[in-house]
């Protein structure tokens, strides 16, 4: 945006919008490669799912009596995670009225939209019997975590939708007579418009509504990852039962979001040829909040251990010891080393500091942190609660194909909204430039001033 | 006649023999052996203090299927309260004495109460448990309200298990009403503000 400035406004702003409008007009061979790609991924999930559902339900899973929970629970909290990150990534930054959110907002928040609509097929994909979901709305037990779950997170993808959506109308109405586009993109974005003008009246209102969902997306992402940690944490089970589940959870969430949107940002940045917009700077204070959100959940995990170790209960002292020490210890070791130590390093340290390092370090979080809720689901179900031998669990082929067919699934409903919807949040980016612009312009005749006085002064 | 040896040697049998049987006989194999344990009844009680400043009594006592008094095992006492569910909460313990009586002091705020007395069972007594209601007459200076789980706090916990999912469901339908609300607001308000424009135009 800086570089921007630099050229004439009208001619910046058309670069803008030609630069926001590539994925829409310009996707090219290799998006239909990747396209395709993904689609094959994501047809091997359903059609992994299709056997679940014909053959015997949860029987090809690898679940079994005693873990009962596995890769579809850890995905769930995964995914609703990635979510999180993004949602609150573009509410926080609005609501902070940051300089540098204007070219990611709308990544994260697509990002955020695409990882919980995958995420939450999770809860039905998990039951033997899916038709039974249906239980939920014609005979609610409000007395269920399971059902508020569900009220939560319905609710949560409705703010999240509604904050992609509203910021939309001022970019449909910008781009709307934009020669590039086809005649189809050009009638639905005349029908997004809402015959937005940029009237002072309409930009009150957009905003108010902007930053009233932006507020409300906070404390709902808190309360949908709460109540999620609460499936765990409202159980006796040792490993589950702690009182830190509700923020560890909030935190790991932020953090793998966090991880999710810088991802997505610099793959569009470098298929798009965004890099002036998405600059090095932009990258790097998203690298930022993810190394302070890293650092929390460091702390959390360390607390977390302390505090079950220290007093060495007789049950956690054995799932520890396993964790740490045991059956899970290369696991948990490779998320302490990728999840935290590495990627964090990555980026404090200044010459590994780039966006290729930054985005190493994300992958790796988003690895990781996968990684770390299938040890948050898993061992504790391995060890017996009332008497005999320890549980195994790995998971099946079918378990693994829904899993890659989900991921890819995020992957394509981004590329899918990309083709109908700018990448960037154009107006919000002018709307920015123009108030760096006043203050700009309001700072030149103080600093002049001064300059003339401190001048006079020398001179007498 | 039978000779000195010989005597010993038979009264070293029966003496044998008499072992294994006594050991391997119900006689035995008493209620403090292995395998038979005897049932146990408890008759709960509730005291009032005789004079206003001293502790109520709860009383347990333990006595045998025959009536026989059950002496030094420990009774433990606990009060029933509704606190997210059904719970109980630990008032004492005691010893038995000869008669077979356990006794802990309690002072309470004046309600209706349901209290607990429980033997674990040893070895020799099979577990026992009595669940009574008592009323516990009001104290100068008793406790109003405990915050443990008085019959005041039981009743707003109930009260607030009874509200609480309607109250989130009407938490939920606002956030849900307020963007819905927003959103149509806010597309009438751009819509209005097109219209302005316009009709300025117009004019």
Not at chain 1, 163 to 191: M, S, V
Request: with cysteine; net charge positive; hydrophobic share 50%.
């Amino acid at each position: 945006m800086d570089q921007a400035l630099d050229h004439n406004p009208a001619t910046a702003q058309q670069e803008l919008h030609a630069a926001a409008l590539r994925p829409v007009v310009d996707a090219g061979r290799r998006f239909w490669l990747l396209f395709l790609g993904l689609g094959l991924v994501a047809g091997a999930g359903a059609a992994a799912y299709a056997l679940q559902l014909v053959t015997g339900g949860l029987s090809v899973t690898g679940l079994n009596d005693q873990v009962f929970w596995g890769t579809y629970e850890a995905t769930l909290v995964a995914f609703i995670g990635f979510s999180y990150g993004g949602a609150l990534v573009s509410a926080i930054l609005r609501l902070t009225n940051a300089a540098w959110r204007g070219p990611i907002t709308r990544i994260a928040e697509v990002s955020a939209l695409a990882t919980l609509l995958v995420g939450a097929l999770f809860p039905i994909i998990h039951l033997g019997r899916p038709e039974r979901v249906l239980l939920l709305f014609t005979g609610p037990n409000f007395q269920s975590p399971i059902f508020w779950d569900m009220v939560a997170i319905l609710t949560y993808m409705l703010a999240t939708f509604v904050l992609l959506l509203l910021p939309i109308i001022p970019d449909a109405a910008a781009l709307h007579d934009n020669p590039r586009l086809g005649r189809w993109h050009r009638r639905l974005y005349r029908i997004l418009s809402l015959g937005w003008t940029g009237t002072e009246r309409q930009r009150r209102a957009l905003e108010r509504a902007v930053t009233i969902v932006a507020i409300l997306i906070v404390p709902l992402a808190v309360v949908v990852h709460t109540v999620l940690s609460y499936t765990f944490s409202l159980t006796s089970r040792p490993g589950w039962h702690s009182t830190i589940f509700g923020p560890y959870f909030v935190i790991g969430a932020i953090y793998s979001g966090v991880a999710v949107v810088i991802l997505a940002a610099l793959a569009y940045r470098r298929a798009y040829r965004l890099q002036r917009w998405i600059e090095d700077r932009t990258v790097r204070n998203l690298g930022y909040v993810m190394v302070a959100l890293g650092l929390a959940y460091g702390y959390a995990t360390f607390s977390e251990i302390t505090t079950e170790g220290f007093v060495g209960k007789q049950a956690e002292v054995e799932l520890l010891f396993g964790l740490m020490l045991e059956r899970y210890a290369p696991l948990f070791w490779s998320f302490i080393a990728f999840g935290l130590v590495v990627p964090i390093a990555l980026i404090a340290i200044p010459r590994t500091r780039t966006p290729g390092g930054i985005a190493l370090a994300a992958v790796m979080v988003i690895l990781a942190m996968y990684l770390k809720r299938l040890l948050i689901v898993v061992p504790p179900l391995t060890r017996p609660v009332v008497g005999g031998d320890p549980g195994t669990y790995l998971p099946s082929a079918v378990e693994m194909a829904i899993v890659s067919g989900a991921a890819a699934g995020v992957v394509m409903i981004m590329l899918f909204v990309f083709r109908f919807v700018p990448v960037m949040a154009v107006d919000e980016m002018a709307e920015i430039e123009r108030e760096q612009a006043q203050v700009v312009s309001r700072q030149l005749p103080a600093q002049a001033t001064r300059v003339m006085s401190t001048r006079e002064a020398t001179d007498g | 006649m039978v000779s000195p040896p010989r005597v010993r040697g038979l009264i070293s049998i029966a003496g044998a023999a008499l072992v294994v049987l006594v050991c391997v006989s119900p006689v035995g194999a008493t209620h403090r052996g292995q395998g038979v344990v005897d049932a146990v009844s408890v008759q709960f009680s509730y005291r009032p203090a005789a004079v206003a400043d001293a502790n109520d009594q709860l009383v347990a006592r333990l006595t045998m299927e025959d009536g026989s008094p059950i002496a030094a095992v420990e009774v433990t006492f606990w009060r029933e309260v509704y606190f997210v569910g059904q719970r109980r909460i630990r008032i004492g313990s005691a010893l038995t004495d000869v008669s077979g009586t356990a006794g802990v002091p309690y002072k309470g705020p004046a309600a209706t109460e349901r209290f607990v007395a429980e033997f674990a069972g040893n070895e020799a007594f099979l577990p026992a448990i009595a669940i009574a209601s008592f009323d516990v007459p009001a104290h100068p200076g008793s406790p109003v309200g405990n915050p443990a789980a008085g019959p005041q706090t039981t009743a707003t916990i109930a009260v607030f298990a009874t509200f609480m999912p309607p109250l989130l469901a009407l938490t939920a339908f606002s956030v849900w009403l307020l963007i819905f609300g927003l959103s149509a607001g806010t597309v009438l308000a751009i819509r209005r503000g097109r219209q302005t424009t316009t009709v300025a135009k117009g004019e």
